[in-house]
């Protein structure tokens, strides 16, 4: 079926555009004006995108409803993202990261389009213009003087049917993990590697465990606090540049530009029944201006790290009290 030229126009631009900008935002980032990981980028160059989409729709189209608007403005989105996975631009944990915000606001930029088309038709063209180099307007501001760094933690709890020394006992070394031992995650999904092995190379405060997980990735936890049956608490020791580039998109590398974690640990308590309450906390650095946006997805993806880590502590403390029992 041959699309009518308009809105083949339309697609076609708006992916071009989302590439040039891609290419041209990374150009910049090299003189410190502008960055990937910034609004200009993230939110409002997927408004033009979808701005422009709408534009050429009208040429061939009269009138619009709003859904319409709303959804045909995903379509250069789509193919741009594509674009991106399949010539490495970007990985698949950015782009999946990425997504809901940029057809969020390229909803936007179609309803924009349909608005100033009702209102300012025969501006319309300037009004495109405009907002395709708004983000290159802006980018150098907002790099050079917007920053909201944020600091959070993300804690998790799990009920362990054990007491609390074999609990203890399964934290420090984590002995190889076998892929059935790791719950499928959405961290998984859209690529984040899974947890291999932790070992330590003494006991107490000033120790090192060494956490290593798949494609490549390790990192440190030194021990700051050590109690034994009641807490484990470290501060991470990441070396970005020691992390394989083709393991986590260096949009999100560990200990990166953008987004660090800080600060850990787990600690133990018993509830009434004489089970043993298992939390680990987790203190996140995060450099990116996205605001609330950075922060659901920083707590969904931690999240998702304690719940599997924690269910691997469980499982293994509760086979081990088992096995105890049997062998007495």
């Known amino acids: 079926m041959q699309l009518n030229p308009p809105k083949s126009i339309g697609i076609l631009l708006g992916t071009l555009y989302g590439i040039f900008m891609r290419l041209f935002i990374e150009l910049l980032d090299t003189y410190n004006l502008s960055s990937l990981v910034s609004i200009s980028f993230m939110f409002l ?29 995903w379509q250069p989105i789509f193919v741009f993202l594509f674009v991106s996975v399949i010539t490495l631009l970007e990985g698949s944990i950015c782009v ?27 501006k319309a063209n300037s009004s495109l213009l405009s907002i ?3 983000p290159i307007l802006l980018s150098p501001i907002e790099v050079n003087f917007l920053n909201l760094s944020k600091t959070y933690e993300v804690t998790n709890s799990i009920t362990i049917n054990a007491p609390i020394n074999v609990v203890w006992q399964q934290l420090a070394n984590v002995s190889d993990i076998k892929p059935q031992e790791v719950p499928f995650s959405l961290t998984q999904l ?9 070992s330590m190379n003494a ?20 021990i700051t606090d050590w109690q034994p049956n009641k807490q484990m608490l470290y501060r991470f020791d990441i070396d970005p540049d020691a992390i394989p580039d083709d393991a986590l998109d260096k949009h999100v590398k560990l200990g990166g530009e953008y987004f660090s974690p800080l600060y850990g640990g787990y600690q133990l308590s018993e509830d009434k029944s004489g089970n043993t309450i298992l939390t680990l906390k987790t203190t996140v650095q995060d450099n990116t201006n996205f605001g609330i946006y950075s922060r659901i997805w920083g707590e969904v993806i931690f999240q998702d790290f304690h719940h599997s880590l924690l269910t691997l502590m469980k499982n293994r403390a509760e086979k081990s009290l088992i096995a105890t029992v049997s062998y007495n």
């Open 45 to 73: 160059v997927p408004v033009a995108i979808g701005y422009i989409r709408v534009h050429f729709e009208f040429k061939s189209s009269k009138t619009l409803t709003k859904r319409q608007m709303v959804t045909i403005a």
């Open 96 to 122: 999946a990261m990425a997504l809901p915000a940029f057809m969020f606001f390229a909803s936007i930029g179609g309803l924009l389009a349909g608005f100033i088309r009702k209102r300012e038709i025969k």
């Open 132 to 134: 395709a180099l708004l």
């Open 190 to 198: 859209i690529g984040v590697p899974k947890p291999l092995k932790a």
């Open 203 to 222: 006991s107490g405060i000033g120790a090192v465990r060494t956490s290593t997980w798949q494609k490549g990735v390790i990192f440190k936890e030194v």
